[in-house]
């Protein structure tokens, strides 16, 4: 890397895929949507491990507080590898997780939409608390290949050290996708109630696709931050729920 | 926060007329143990305002050196500083080794790389080729590298005796823009087209290669790169780094507004935010985050402590009094950057920018 040649404006790079490779190379718009990209990321992680670590004692059997210890461990891992790459751009990455309680809930019955919460960034979906542990697997079981979907589109994102390392992430996200489909399984075999929770966390999670702003999408398209439309992410994501829930017995919220 | 270092410069060399390699010494060595394809930053100051500017150091991970290539570049203060008034003796100031332009070394691999570099974007590029050629005893190397022409060509002579070093390892083509060859395919720019042809004359060959490391400006690196994925490549197996670094514009010093100081309890705040601009009136209690959004204007946040940096905003006119920050560098402030979450206006008028 050298401050050398100028022949293309980094504008027009983008527009064609170019890639950008350190906090030196970023425009400051690009900045911005770049380290709110990575703190909805590392809020939602931070969030989502702190509710779910509420959950490991409510587990069945050994094996499933296991593998809900791994989850959140393997969700922690995640944000701080993300944290890191704001930490590069001058987060202050100790301060960042201590600033704010994780754990903190809204009341069942909220209904914020897609907005956020005053002082983070989490996606809507993980201010609403669990009810149990069947509760917190079907949450898991819908957001997790929600997550895949969304991971999917994002490992393209031109900021190529965010793109590298959510394409490790998405691996991790994809077993724990399975691991929920599992634990959905098990219970599903002892006849628990599930539909509600379904009916509950369905359109909560479809709204963490985001609602359609065409003007801004198309603004961060145009810096290689984002390539799919909301409504075809959440699109896709219904359609890979459906043979899920329905050899679970379930339907559709 | 990473901080900066002094460096002693304990040699200084031309590889060719307008470009150096400059020999460190680190006061605290620890802090300087890189990865190949890594890039230090430096800071200077040049007529009061510092100025930041990286370059990736060139010598392999066991030469047991630190070593940067500088190429001058036309009004560049730092480029032109090294390669004209920098000697052995001096010290410079930079930053601990940064950047993940590399893959991770496996000494019983037997991998094949492919390298492509345009001008001074060899030096990452060495540093790579040296340390996998030298740690992956049975990998192999293959480097294209663009320039202008013969006498622009950095590290040349170096080149050729790591060919020798590494018989049958390590392949060079050199693609010159002006200057003829013998094979025409080896002359004119490195572009998607030229990437096909030299796969289909059989020069490289994607099948065998597991890598692919491209360092050079930015028509060449989207040109390779799609030159690459035609030829069957994915995403993950192709490395960039980017050469320019954004040059925040040299502006004026900010102005302190003439009926600044005043004392009334709101302000007027002038925010500009993708290009265009808007006057908002808000109470002084309020920050110029939420001012903004007040006003529905998109502006950029996400902790909203002052810890994660989203919202940083440059003010042009006026003054504000941030009250947390644990972001920005000093730099940043003296420059007149401040965290807009954290930001209060003082005087009547500020003026801020999110577009600097």
């Known amino acids: 890397m050298t401050s050398d040649f100028a022949e293309m404006t980094l504008s027009d790079y983008l527009a064609q895929g170019g890639r950008l490779t350190s906090p030196g190379n970023v425009p400051p718009r690009y900045r911005a949507e770049l380290l709110k990209i990575m703190a909805t990321f590392v809020d939602s992680n931070l969030a989502g491990a ?16 296991g593998a809900a210890a791994r989850i959140v461990a393997e969700k922690l891992a995640n944000a701080d590898r993300v944290l890191t790459l704001m930490g590069e751009f001058g987060a202050d990455t100790d301060r960042y997780v ?24 989490r996606l809507a979906v993980f201010n609403y608390p669990f009810t149990s542990w069947a509760d917190s697997v079907v949450m898991n079981l819908l957001m997790g290949t929600a997550v895949c ?18 394409r490790d992430i998405l691996k991790i996200e994809e077993h724990h996708a399975a691991l929920a489909v599992e634990g959905a399984r098990v219970l599903a075999l002892e006849t628990a109630e599930l539909q509600p929770s379904v009916d509950y966390w369905m359109p909560r999670v479809a709204v963490s696709f985001g609602i359609g702003d065409a003007g801004r999408l198309e603004q961060l398209k145009a810096m290689g931050l984002r390539h799919i439309e909301n409504t075809a992410l959440k699109s896709d994501w219904m359609e890979r729920m459906r043979p899920i829930l329905a050899e679970l017995g379930l339907r559709t919220a | 926060m990473a901080r900066f270092h002094e460096l002693e410069v304990t040699d200084i060399h031309k590889t060719i007329r307008d470009a150096v390699v400059v020999t460190l010494k680190p006061s605290e060595p620890e802090a300087f143990a890189f990865t190949q394809g890594q890039y230090l930053t430096f800071r200077r100051d040049f007529d009061g305002e510092e100025l930041r500017r990286s370059y990736s150091i060139c010598a392999g991970t066991d030469e047991g ?3 940067v290539g500088i190429k001058r570049v036309d009004g560049g203060a730092f480029s032109t500083f090294a390669n004209e008034e920098l000697k052995v003796g001096d010290t410079l100031e930079a930053m601990p080794p940064m950047g993940r332009f590399f893959t991770e070394l496996e000494p019983d691999a037997g991998k094949n790389y492919l390298g492509f570099a345009g001008g001074s974007g060899i030096t990452p590029v060495l540093s790579i080729l040296k340390t996998t050629l030298a740690r992956e005893p049975r990998s192999t190397f293959t480097l294209v590298y663009a320039n202008k022409g013969v006498a622009s060509i950095m590290f040349r002579e170096e080149l050729e005796d790591l060919k020798n070093t590494y018989m049958g390892r390590l392949s060079v083509i050199h693609i010159l823009e ?43 690196m989207l040109g390779i790169a799609a030159g690459l994925k035609a030829a069957g490549m994915a995403e993950d197996q192709i490395k960039f780094e980017l050469f320019a670094s954004a040059q925040p514009g040299r502006l004026a010093k900010r102005v302190i507004s003439k009926e600044a100081g005043k004392t009334a309890n709101e302000a007027q705040i002038v925010v500009t935010l993708d290009g265009a601009t808007r006057t908002v009136a808000a109470s002084k209690q309020l920050s110029v985050l939420d001012a903004a959004r007040a006003e529905n204007l998109d502006a950029p946040y996400a902790c909203k402590a002052g810890v994660c940096s989203t919202c940083r905003c440059r003010v042009l006119e006026g003054e ?10 000093d730099y940043e402030v003296e420059k007149g950057y401040v965290l807009s979450c954290q930001s209060f206006p003082v005087t009547d008028k500020v003026v801020v920018d999110y577009d600097q």
């Open chain 1, 50 to 65: 702190a509710g779910f670590a509420d959950m490991i004692n409510s587990a069945p059997g050994i094996k499933a507080r």
């Open chain 1, 98 to 121: 201590r600033q704010h309680p994780w754990d903190t809930r809204l009341e069942r019955s909220a209904d914020i939409g897609a907005t956020r919460i005053e002082h983070d960034m």
């Open chain 1, 149 to 166: 979907v969304q991971l999917e589109e994002l490992r393209q994102v031109s900021y190529q050290p965010l793109a590298e390392a959510f």
């Open chain 2, 65 to 67: 050196k630190l070593q």
């Open chain 2, 178 to 220: 002006t200057d003829a060859q013998e094979i025409d395919l080896f002359t004119g720019l490195v572009t998607e087209e030229k990437v096909g042809q030299l796969f289909r004359s059989g020069f490289l060959d994607t099948d065998a290669t597991d890598t692919a490391f491209i360092c050079g400006p930015e028509p060449m």
């Open chain 2, 320 to 329: 504000v009094e941030m009250v947390t920050n644990h972001a920005l560098e």
